[in-house]
């Protein structure tokens, strides 16, 4: 029982980052943004975070710049793709290699630092519940944070006059904006906030995770967040499950790797596995070509640009 405490709690906090990641980038992509940056936004939101608590000593200023972070590097590839009018796909790409190369250049000094510890946020009552409570209730606060996201956006998307018009306009910008929405503004609002999620996601692998900077510590997170949107067909509870699900392969190589067990199997191919399972999950999910169609915002990727 204490070996399946840990396992939950470990799953729980590696599928945190994917949540809000993912989930910021469904918003983006039901406006019909396909944004390929994540991973970028997601780096700088790391290195900005762990330089900002690292001078401050303390973790909420440096979710904050990991936020804007994230939000300025998204906010280029708006620019380049709203009004611009640029590739989707090749700007997106674009944007992950720039962010990457760049926190790599910025985090240089920081390499030898290390954070002190964010302490858990203890529910009382909930947290003694044997079995799920430590893990459920006795967790970082970026993780109820990404609960209270979910439930945040499935009541924006379904539940809300806002969440409509951004559905209608992730489907047909032509006809939302020929009644009278400003359906550029909402694609620009939607690519920002999707940036502050993974610059979120992005401070809470260096500030809360770890707490370190290294290169490349997000480590191909990104791209599975967007695979996730795929894997979820674009609906928010999907996304949550499949972060833990992925969170969960995560955690099993871990696992496998430290228990001892006498295993043998390369490491190599352990450390591919989350990466393996994303594959394989992509490709389940494309042989629905339906269930892809019926769920995809019909303008994704596809560039709009209003008449006068």
């Given at each position: 029982?204490d070996?399946?405490?840990s396992?939950?709690?470990?799953?729980?906090?590696?599928?945190?980052p994917?949540?809000?990641?993912?989930?910021?980038q469904?918003?983006?992509?039901?406006?019909?943004?396909?944004?390929?940056?994540?991973?970028?936004?997601?780096?700088?939101?790391?290195?900005?975070?762990?330089?900002?608590?690292?001078?401050?000593?303390?973790?909420?200023l440096?979710v904050?710049?990991?936020?804007?972070?994230?939000?300025?590097?998204?906010?280029?590839?708006?620019?380049?793709?709203?009004?611009?009018?640029?590739?989707?796909?090749?700007?997106?790409l674009?944007?992950?290699i720039?962010?990457?190369?760049?926190?790599?250049?910025?985090?240089k000094?920081?390499?030898?630092?290390?954070?002190?510890?964010?302490?858990?946020?203890?529910?009382?009552?909930?947290?003694?519940?044997?079995?799920?409570?430590?893990?459920?209730?006795n967790?970082?606060?970026?993780?109820y944070?990404?609960?209270?996201?979910?439930?945040?956006?499935?009541?924006?998307?379904?539940?809300?006059?806002?969440?409509?018009?951004?559905?209608?306009?992730?489907?047909?910008?032509?006809?939302?904006?020929?009644?009278?929405?400003?359906?550029?503004?909402?694609?620009?609002?939607?690519?920002?906030?999707?940036?502050?999620?993974?610059?979120?996601?992005?401070a809470?692998?260096?500030?809360?995770?770890?707490?370190l900077?290294?290169?490349?510590m997000?480590?191909?997170?990104?791209?599975?967040?967007?695979?996730?949107?795929?894997?979820?067909?674009?609906?928010?509870?999907?996304?949550?499950?499949?972060?833990?699900?992925?969170?969960?392969?995560?955690?099993?190589?871990?696992?496998?790797?430290?228990?001892?067990?006498?295993?043998?199997?390369?490491?190599?191919?352990?450390?591919?596995?989350?990466?393996?399972?994303?594959?394989?999950?992509?490709?389940?999910?494309?042989?629905?070509?339906?269930?892809?169609?019926?769920?995809?915002?019909v303008?994704?990727?596809?560039?709009?640009?209003?008449?006068?």
């Open positions: 029982m070996i399946f405490s396992i939950l709690f470990a799953t729980i906090v590696a599928g945190t994917l949540i809000i990641v993912a989930l910021g469904l918003i983006a992509e039901k406006s019909g943004v396909l944004n390929l940056g994540a991973e970028g936004m997601m780096a700088m939101g790391a290195i900005a975070g762990f330089a900002v608590t690292l001078h401050s000593g303390n973790a909420w440096g904050l710049a990991g936020m804007a972070a994230g939000a300025a590097m998204s906010l280029i590839f708006a620019v380049v793709v709203l009004t611009l009018m640029g590739n989707q796909v090749a700007s997106g674009a944007l992950s720039l962010g990457v190369g760049l926190s790599a250049f910025i985090g000094p920081y390499e030898s630092d290390i954070l002190p510890t964010v302490g858990a946020l203890r529910i009382p009552l909930l947290a003694d519940i044997p079995i799920i409570g430590a893990p459920l209730f967790q970082q606060a970026l993780v944070f990404s609960w209270l996201l979910f439930g945040g956006i499935v009541w924006f998307l379904y539940r809300s006059r806002s969440g409509l018009i951004l559905r209608a306009v992730g489907e047909s910008p032509a006809s939302a904006h020929s009644i009278g929405y400003q359906a550029i503004k909402i694609r620009y609002l939607a690519t920002l906030f999707g940036g502050a999620m993974a610059g979120i996601g992005g809470f692998l260096s500030v809360f995770y770890t707490p900077w290294v290169e490349g997000v480590s191909g997170r990104g791209w599975i967040a967007i695979a996730l949107v795929v894997f979820a067909t674009w609906r928010p509870f999907r996304v949550l499950v499949g972060a833990y699900l992925f969170g969960g392969v995560m955690v099993a190589q871990l696992f496998v790797q430290g228990s001892g067990l006498g295993i043998n199997i390369p490491s190599q191919f352990l450390s591919a596995l989350p990466y393996l399972a994303t594959i394989i999950v992509l490709v389940i999910i494309s042989r629905d070509q339906n269930t892809v169609r019926l769920n995809a915002p303008s994704l990727g596809q560039p709009f640009r209003p008449e006068a």
